[in-house]
């Protein structure tokens, strides 16, 4: 893992004694509110519903148990016992003070932390494949790219005051776990003709009030054009990028709006009188990094105690679903569920996380993942050990076996949290989770996605769930839109709308009325809600969304 | 009272010492011309920015969709004075919301225009004269006041929209109103529609008495509801047949004519600033004291005065050098590549930041630098001291900061970002 150097760690202790000087000079009338606001929101600092909330970065979802105990430490000390993961695979506190925040940000620092550039309209933090440096399917680990990215984008003097927010994903797997298509930009490692590493770039890909699948900007750029070429695309995004209405200010509209090819013409340009200015210090910087991020030191044991528990139905359930396979055989991927039935998607509490880091330590080579799915993974765990560390989750409530499955969904805080949602999540994933639950469907269902947000601007992702569904306020009363059949995956698709939404206490039933047709109309258990969905078209499923509300309201 | 006969100048104003402007007509139709094509907010940016246009200031009711150019004004140039016609009659409601917007909005120098408080003594000693002479009325509380407090201007800005109807249906964006001043209408052609979108995609809050059936809001004995299906502003005056009052033309015919600024006793602005840090003007007797309102030349050594006494050509009246010393100016639209042939002619370029949160000007520089401009090159407007480390190593060499900003964060605010080489992953990463 890549440790902070001591330029990284004098950066962060000079951003906190910055921001601490910025806080007492708002106080002092030095900065208006509307300058202030812009530096405490590059700073994480947001203002909610109920209180401030601070966003901290996970540097492409990176942790050590040091970094999680300090979390703890933080949601004990300033904030109400618990935080929440996000989809961007950040962790947010919800309830600080602001006096409190330079003292967090402090504690964090202590750690090689910080909550820099998770807000505002700047550079967001970078992420990565969760499954970074585990993956069977994995051609190159990403994190490496994903960390010099970091460094470049930190405190970028161009671009601290872009149109608006941009972010930033790679993954170095062709099994797209970053969700590389709906990102400003986009990179997936692959290697061209001649074996030679590079990227394929993706620009202008977004969820949000206006969802896009972002087009393919470059084929092929070499491994060492990455940060001059990503400069020429913010540079030429924040010249070009509308600033007179903020809906229409992320880079998929400046694209759409201009068309793929004079935006490539443009940042081509710019790529040329840019690519002489890095003379090789990047790259000298990325080998040091990749040395940082090398395989942890495997060890081998005899797999008996991982054979033997399979016969337990109960590990051998959370086994099956909440296992990946990992390019060491004898090693496994293990996602630790932060989606326990009925409680709140992406939240732990300081003693979870606490109990994750001794984990992590004992049996994970001391590493942590916070995934975009809002669960934590344990990338590197040998399967003797795996009897014991479910059997240690499993009193702590860590141990629910439904990775992938109908309740391991994800939804933003909802009205319950944020300033801009126009109608509740968490409860509505809540009661989803619950029912088929109770129904002991769950496993029967298979590989499901349900992705939920409480507002237009989707940071529950739902327009690619499996089956997405966006709360809205219609003339006061909180109505659901369910949308079916997106992917989020290399293969990214935008789900498809289905008809009039439902009230709140409608959209659990409506839901069920999907997968109930899905269970009747697939040709076997082999074939994933997603497959069928694709053979049928949305049609019978529409049909049973709707004929039967129309059944029962007649 | 004391009776100041200088006009009311801002304090920007009062600094730039403009030449004198060419006739209101010839003004008008060059103005009408170039921005015939152009949107509301390039209307309002330039209307705020060009020399032709003069000393300007905003006229707003604080009514039903004031907020749109308030906000846009905020954004551009908050320290642009807006006059409020205070009638004494208006809505506890409108009040309490210019108060609201006031503050949330950060607008610098809104001025509260009062009637007269010895004609309304003569005139209306009861508050009843609306219910005998609307007209007389409209004329004490708002033409009368509202001429005496233009009198320092040369451009007002109104909201006033085509889609309103009747006599605001061929509206322009420049009017020239009887060869005495210049009236900027930069919602001239907005629809109904893009007023809303405008509110609600940057969530500005309403006029409260909006949501209660107020689409248009004046004096509370002369506003009533409107029912679904009436016309905007079928509320206002109602049942009359008065449609204007007297504040704007009606049908190209002048209902209120320019009055000499020495026929009229002074106007009594009652200064309304956010600021509490500067001084405090006295309400009962203003007389604006003279400030040391000069922009502020900040570099790694202090601050220090503007030393750059040669005229500076924006980019769009540039074709090639004229003198000996040349200076251009850039602003945020401007594409800094039809400079390339004449870089080392160059002495200065002035990269003009329409607002803090505004970051082009950042890429502006570094473009020129990398085309290989080697001059002084100044970043110009409302920069903040936390922007000085980003804006040196984009490749400024120096900020020039509006008078009002300089005294809010002094020297030392800025001398700790003057470590600027400091702490910077770019450069590690590009050597």
Excluded at chain 1, 188 to 209: A, K, Q
Excluded at chain 1, 274 to 291: C, S, T, V, Y
Excluded at chain 1, 329 to 343: C, M, R, T
Excluded at chain 2, 232 to 242: L, M, V
Aim: glycine share 6%.
């Amino acid at each position: 893992m890549y440790d902070y150097t001591d330029f990284d760690a004098a950066f962060v202790r000079e951003r906190v004694a910055q921001f601490s000087a910025q806080v007492a000079r708002r106080i002092d009338g030095s900065l208006t509110e509307e300058e202030f606001r812009p530096l405490r929101l590059m700073n994480g600092l947001y203002l909610q519903l109920h209180a401030y909330m601070l966003r901290i970065a996970v540097p492409y979802g990176t942790l050590n148990p040091r970094q999680m105990r300090q979390l703890a430490m933080i949601a004990e000390t300033w904030d109400r016992g618990y935080g929440h993961f996000t989809t961007r695979q950040n962790i947010q506190f919800n309830w600080p003070k602001l006096p409190d925040v330079p003292k967090i940000l402090s504690a964090l620092a202590d750690v090689g932390m910080h909550s820099i550039q998770t807000s505002g309209n700047t550079i967001r933090n970078v992420t990565a494949d969760h499954f970074a440096g585990a993956a069977a399917d994995e051609i190159e680990d990403p994190r490496p790219v994903a960390e010099l990215l970091r460094q470049w984008s930190t405190d970028h003097p161009e671009f601290q005051f872009l149109p608006r927010k941009f972010k930033i994903a790679v993954t170095g797997s062709p099994n797209d776990r970053a969700v590389t298509r709906a990102h400003d930009i986009g990179l997936r490692m692959i290697r061209n003709d001649r074996g030679e590493p590079g990227f394929e770039v993706i620009v202008g890909g977004g969820l949000g009030r206006t969802p896009m699948i972002g087009p393919v900007i470059r084929d092929f750029l070499p491994k060492a054009d990455l940060l001059p070429y990503c400069e020429a695309i913010v540079a030429t995004y924040n010249m070009l990028g509308r600033r007179d209405n903020k809906f229409k200010a992320r880079i998929k509209i400046t694209v759409f709006e201009n068309g793929l090819d004079k935006f490539r013409a443009l940042v081509e340009e710019r790529f040329q009188a840019l690519r002489p200015q890095f003379g090789g210090a990047d790259q000298a910087l990325l080998a040091e990094i990749e040395r940082a991020f090398a395989p942890p030191d495997y060890v081998q044991k005899p797999l008996a105690p991982y054979h033997a528990a399979l016969t337990d139905p109960v590990f051998r359930a959370w086994a099956d679903t909440n296992l990946s396979p990992h390019k060491n055989p004898d090693y496994a991927v293990v996602s630790i569920s932060l989606k326990a039935h009925g409680e709140t998607p992406g939240n732990a509490s300081a003693a979870q996380m606490r109990l994750m880091a001794d984990l992590a330590e004992t049996y994970g080579h001391s590493e942590l993942r916070v995934s975009h799915e809002q669960n934590i993974i344990l990338p590197h765990v040998h399967r003797a050990d795996l009897p014991a560390l479910h059997a240690a989750l499993k009193p702590a409530g860590l141990a629910t076996a439904n990775i992938g499955l109908i309740s391991d969904i994800i939804a933003c805080p909802g009205m319950d949290y944020c300033t801009l949602a126009t109608a509740r999540a968490i409860p509505v994933a809540q009661e989803i989770a619950q029912r088929f639950d109770a129904l002991k469907l769950e496993h029967e269902i298979g590989p499901m996605k349900i992705k939920i947000s409480g507002c237009i601007n989707a940071c529950g992702h739902h327009h690619v769930g499996h089956i997405g569904i966006l709360g809205l306020d219609r003339a006061g009363v909180e109505n659901y839109q369910i949308t079916l059949g997106g992917d989020g995956t290399e293969d990214a698709v935008l789900g498809d709308k289905t008809g009039p939404g439902f009230a709140y206490d409608e959209v659990t039933d409506a839901v069920e009325r999907i997968v109930r047709a899905y269970l009747e109309m697939r040709h076997d258990p082999s074939e994933t809600f997603l497959a069928t969905y694709r053979r049928l078209g949305p049609a019978p499923f529409k049909s049973a969304l709707y004929q039967e509300a129309d059944a029962n309201a007649a | 009272m004391p009776h100041d006969s200088a006009p009311d100048r801002s304090p920007l104003d009062r600094v730039l010492d403009l030449p004198p402007l060419a006739p209101v007509a010839r003004r008008v139709a060059s103005l009408n011309a170039r921005y015939r094509h152009h949107g509301a907010t390039a209307v309002m940016e330039r209307a705020l920015h060009d020399p032709e246009v003069g000393r300007i200031a905003l006229v707003s009711s604080f009514g039903a969709e004031s907020v749109v150019l308030l906000h846009m004004l905020s954004v551009m140039r908050p320290e642009t004075p807006v006059l409020f016609l205070e009638t004494e009659l208006l809505f506890p409601e409108t009040l309490a919301y210019q108060r609201d917007l006031t503050e949330r909005l950060g607008l610098r120098d809104v001025r509260l225009i009062h009637p007269d408080p010895e004609a309304l003594r003569a005139r209306d000693p009861d508050n009843s004269l609306h219910r005998r002479d609307m007209d007389a009325c409209c004329l004490l509380r708002k033409a009368e006041p509202l001429e005496r407090a233009l009198s320092g201007f040369d451009t007002w800005i109104t909201g006033r929209k085509r889609f309103q109807g009747g006599t605001r249906a061929a509206l322009e964006f420049f009017e020239n109103e009887a060869e005495a001043r210049i009236k900027v209408n930069p919602l001239a052609r907005w629809t109904k529609a893009d007023v809303q979108d405008y509110i609600q995609n940057n969530r500005l809050p309403r006029h409260p008495l909006v949501a209660r059936g107020y689409p248009s809001i004046g004096c509370a004995p002369c506003t009533s509801p409107v029912a679904e299906g009436e016309d905007e502003r079928a509320g206002r005056w109602r049942g009359t047949g008065k449609k204007e009052c007297g504040i704007h033309f009606v049908n190209g015919r002048m209902v209120r004519g320019p009055v000499p600024a020495d026929a009229m006793p002074a106007p009594r602005p009652v200064l309304v600033r956010n600021d509490e840090h500067a001084p405090q003007e006295d309400t009962a007797d203003a007389t604006p004291a003279p400030q040391p309102d000069a922009p502020v030349i900040v570099t790694d050594q202090g601050f220090a005065a503007d030393d750059w006494s040669h005229p500076v050509t924006p980019l769009a009246e540039f074709s090639g050098p004229t003198g000996p010393v040349t200076a251009i100016e850039i602003g945020p639209e401007d594409d800094p590549q039809l400079l390339a042939r004449h870089l080392p002619e160059i002495d200065m370029i002035r990269v003009r930041f329409p607002s803090f949160s505004d970051g082009r000007g950042f890429t502006h520089a570094r473009q020129l630098r990398l085309m290989g401009f080697q001059g002084r090159l100044r970043a110009a407007g409302p920069v903040i001291a936390d922007q000085y480390a980003m804006a040196r190593r984009s490749g400024f060499d120096e900020v020039e900061i509006p008078a009002e900003l300089a005294r809010r964060q002094p020297w030392p605010q800025w001398q700790r970002r003057a470590n600027w080489r400091a702490h910077d992953y770019q450069s590690r990463l590009r050597a």
